[in-house]
């Protein structure tokens, strides 16, 4: 397993932005489908974005699409998570995953997909 660590999660106003950093201890990330997951207090883990092993292929919740972006560097083995113009119903319990397999909207979209999550980084957007 590739073991995550999430940063830059904090506290901003609505319409503000934050960027979100997942780094990984693999000596190589070129292999893994990569994903962001959100979870609010007593909500279920949601899909937010995943990135294929490339860079070149993306998906996106249609709650955050136009305002989120995930990118990745493999030279730094890490991902990213832009996300602008935040609202209070971001605030969650961010975190990234790896996964080393296909990248269908139906694997990357399920939790059950991924082998291996970061401890997570708490968004909080104040109204």
């Known amino acids: 397993q590739v073991q995550l660590v999430e940063s830059g999660g904090g506290l901003v106003p609505a319409g503000g932005s934050l960027r979100l950093s997942c780094a990984a201890s693999e000596r190589t990330l070129r292999r893994y489908t990569m994903g962001w997951f959100r979870q609010a207090p007593g909500k279920e883990r949601d899909f937010v974005a995943a990135i294929d092993w490339s860079g070149g292929s993306r998906y996106y919740a249609d709650s955050v699409k136009g305002r989120f972006t995930i990118s990745r560097d493999n030279a730094k083995k890490t991902m990213y998570l832009q996300m602008n113009s935040l609202k209070p119903e971001d605030t969650a319990v961010y975190y990234c995953?790896?996964?080393?397999?296909?990248?269908?909207?139906?694997?990357?979209?399920?939790?059950?997909?991924?082998?291996?999550w970061g401890q997570g980084t708490q968004v909080t957007v104040s109204s």
């Open positions: 995953a790896a996964n080393f397999g296909v990248f269908t909207y139906d694997a990357v979209t399920t939790t059950g997909t991924y082998a291996s």
